[in-house]
């Protein structure tokens, strides 16, 4: 089991930033981290995603703006997002894909982000 905690979201101003975090139980380096976000009535799209000794993979709409990183030794990832643009709206979920025998994904409960214009 990862139990995964988002933090950092809320309410900017288009142009301005925010950073997320997301705190994990555990952290392996073959784990695949990623952030996801959804709009109502919209399917959850991916954000950003990353592997350890990889290059990160971003959405097309994210890309040049938003970074994703990890930090091991506090078993934590962030999104740092800037230039956000009230489509960025959403609710913002990370992701870890734990690779093995079987491989499962674990979720957090999502941390809303508000840009207004």
């Known amino acids: 089991q990862v139990q995964l905690v988002e933090s950092g979201g809320g309410l900017v101003q288009a142009g301005g930033s925010l950073r997320l975090s997301c705190a994990a139980s555990t952290m392996f380096f073959s784990d695949v981290l990623g952030w996801y976000r959804r709009v109502p009535g919209k399917q959850r799209e991916l954000v950003a995603s990353?592997?350890?000794?990889?290059?990160?993979n971003y959405a097309e709409s994210v890309k040049g703006r938003f970074a994703i990183s990890t930090d091991y030794a506090k078993n934590t990832m962030y999104l740092q997002m800037n230039s956000l643009k009230p489509e960025d709206t959403a609710v913002y979920y990370c992701?870890?894909?734990?690779?093995?025998?079987?491989?499962?994904?674990?979720w957090g409960l999502g941390t809303q982000v508000t840009v207004s214009s």
């Open positions: 990353i592997t350890s000794g990889s290059s990160p």
């Open positions: 992701n870890t894909r734990r690779i093995g025998g079987t491989t499962r994904d674990y």
